[in-house]
């Protein structure tokens, strides 16, 4: 590895871990929130609804305009500034209207940084020729991990979330201040004429489709999980995080390893099979109804659907022509369209049925996932032999 990237990746690594750090916490605080302010299941969908269309806004305002004016590491820190306090002001707010108008600033603060991130630590890869996207992912899970761990310890021995979020949000401009200094330079970027929006190629609209699918029901367990511990299994609210804790958990041993995983197995085993497989046993265990065996399940889950995200994005830049921040913005601006509708039916199948129901259709859904990137894969295999 160049000696010189060493401080952008580890900062790209440290805001990976940050930004999941506080979003960990934030929900498993949800079912506070919700009763605090009497949100029903539909009404929280359609609260990320409003978040997943600032998100999408913000994407490609990040990748078109921001990016090529100042910079990914300059948008990064804008992102995390806007992103930092309003935690804490939606933990404040008096009323569910307030609630969901908060989420459309939270919305672009995370647009500003979830795919220019990623961006950087691709252009990152693509100068080092060091598997670095699926370690980014694992810092994301970390994050995640840390802040459904913490969330434990702050409900224990911090009496106000506001105070919780405001330390949380300080740490935010703390690490703004290091972007700044540790951040990717505009010179090392790869500067290509950005041209004007267009629909994606059909190639990149499959892969984001995939995503778009896989962040639609990303939240039934990041989101929705700790209400479904609390309200259908009875747990108390600080084991609220326990499912995130183990997906995460097997997430970040999957990432972690994802480099040797995929030079040994490549990516149609990491990114397909390992998801296909693990979505069975998830199916299975859920069927049982036993905590404990669900809770297995949830680990295996997170360490075979891992890597599907970093398996899609390297495939899809592979196969483009151009540039990466443009790429990987098209693919998660089409990922992050599934927080438009997904919420929401999620949200509603979630009054209608129950939680347990929305848990086999995780299952399901991500196993049709691992099957599509098998046939992609195949295709482009099969494709490059003829040629």
Same mark, same amino acid.
């Given at each position: 590895?160049?000696?010189?990237?060493?401080?952008?990746?580890?900062?790209?690594?440290?805001?990976?871990?940050?930004?999941?750090?506080?979003?960990?916490?934030?929900?498993?605080?949800?079912?506070?929130?919700?009763?605090?302010?009497? &949100?029903?299941?539909?009404? !929280?969908?359609?609260?990320?609804?409003?978040?997943?269309?600032? *998100?999408?806004?913000?994407?490609?305002?990040?990748?078109?305009?921001?990016?090529?004016?100042?910079?990914?590491?300059?948008?990064?820190?804008?992102?995390?500034? $806007? @992103?930092?306090?309003?935690?804490?002001? $939606?933990?404040?707010?008096?009323?569910?209207?307030?609630?969901?108008?908060?989420?459309?600033?939270?919305?672009?603060?995370?647009?500003?940084?979830?795919?220019?991130?990623? /961006?950087?630590?691709?252009?990152?890869?693509?100068?080092?020729?060091?598997?670095?996207?699926?370690?980014?992912?694992?810092?994301?899970?970390?994050?995640?991990?840390?802040?459904?761990?913490?969330?434990?310890?702050?409900?224990?021995?911090?009496?106000?979330?506001?105070?919780?979020?405001?330390?949380?949000?300080?740490?935010?401009?703390?690490?703004?201040?290091?972007?700044?200094?540790?951040?990717?330079?505009? =010179?090392?970027?790869?500067?290509?004429?950005?041209?004007?929006?267009?629909?994606?190629?059909?190639?990149?609209?499959?892969?984001?489709?995939?995503?778009?699918?896989?962040?639609?029901?990303?939240?039934?367990?990041?989101?929705?999980?700790?209400?479904?511990?609390?309200?259908?299994?009875?747990?108390?609210?600080?084991?609220?995080?326990?499912?995130?804790?183990?997906? *995460?958990?097997?997430?970040? @041993?999957?990432?972690?390893?994802?480099?040797? !995983?995929? *030079?040994?197995?490549?990516?149609?085993?990491?990114?397909?099979?390992?998801?296909? &497989?693990?979505?069975?046993?998830?199916?299975?265990?859920?069927?049982?109804?036993?905590?404990? !065996?669900?809770?297995?399940?949830?680990?295996?889950?997170?360490?075979?659907?891992?890597?599907?995200?970093?398996?899609?994005?390297?495939?899809?830049?592979?196969?483009?022509?151009?540039?990466? /921040?443009?790429?990987? /913005?098209?693919?998660?601006?089409?990922?992050?369209?599934?927080?438009? @509708?997904?919420?929401?039916?999620?949200?509603?199948?979630?009054?209608?049925? *129950?939680?347990?129901?929305?848990?086999?259709?995780?299952?399901?859904?991500?196993?049709?996932?691992?099957?599509?990137?098998?046939?992609?894969?195949?295709?482009?295999?099969? =494709?490059?032999?003829?040629?």
């Amino acid at each position: 590895m160049k000696a010189e990237f060493k401080k952008e990746i580890w900062t790209c690594f440290g805001g990976a871990f940050l930004i999941m750090f506080m979003i960990g916490v934030y929900f498993v605080y949800l079912p506070w929130n919700m009763e605090r302010l009497n &949100i029903s299941e539909t009404q !929280l969908g359609v609260s990320i609804c409003a978040f997943g269309f600032a *998100n999408l806004f913000a994407n490609q305002f990040g990748a078109r305009i921001m990016v090529p004016k100042i910079g990914t590491s300059k948008t990064i820190i804008l992102g995390t500034i $806007i @992103f930092s306090y309003l935690p804490m002001v $939606i933990a404040s707010v008096p009323n569910y209207f307030y609630f969901t108008i908060f989420f459309i600033p939270i919305g672009i603060g995370a647009g500003l940084i979830f795919p220019v991130l990623n /961006s950087q630590i691709a252009i990152i890869e693509q100068k080092t020729k060091r598997i670095l996207i699926p370690f980014t992912q694992a810092c994301f899970s970390a994050g995640s991990l840390c802040g459904a761990l913490g969330a434990a310890l702050f409900i224990k021995y911090i009496p106000d979330p506001r105070i919780t979020f405001c330390i949380v949000g300080t740490l935010f401009f703390i690490y703004a201040s290091c972007f700044y200094f540790f951040g990717l330079e505009k =010179k090392y970027e790869i500067n290509e004429k950005v041209e004007v929006f267009q629909l994606p190629k059909n190639n990149i609209l499959i892969y984001g489709f995939l995503l778009m699918m896989n962040f639609a029901t990303l939240g039934i367990i990041i989101d929705w999980s700790p209400v479904w511990l609390t309200k259908e299994l009875g747990a108390p609210l600080f084991l609220g995080g326990l499912i995130i804790i183990f997906f *995460n958990g097997g997430e970040i @041993f999957a990432r972690v390893a994802a480099s040797k !995983l995929i *030079n040994k197995f490549g990516d149609i085993i990491v990114g397909s099979y390992f998801s296909i &497989i693990s979505c069975i046993i998830l199916f299975l265990s859920i069927l049982t109804s036993n905590l404990y !065996l669900i809770l297995l399940g949830i680990l295996i889950f997170g360490f075979g659907t891992a890597n599907f995200v970093a398996v899609v994005l390297r495939q899809a830049i592979s196969e483009t022509n151009e540039s990466i /921040s443009i790429t990987v /913005s098209n693919l998660l601006t089409l990922g992050f369209a599934g927080f438009i @509708f997904g919420p929401a039916i999620v949200g509603y199948l979630a009054e209608l049925i *129950n939680l347990t129901f929305n848990m086999y259709l995780l299952s399901v859904i991500w196993a049709f996932n691992g099957l599509a990137l098998f046939y992609l894969i195949k295709k482009k295999y099969i =494709k490059r032999k003829l040629i």
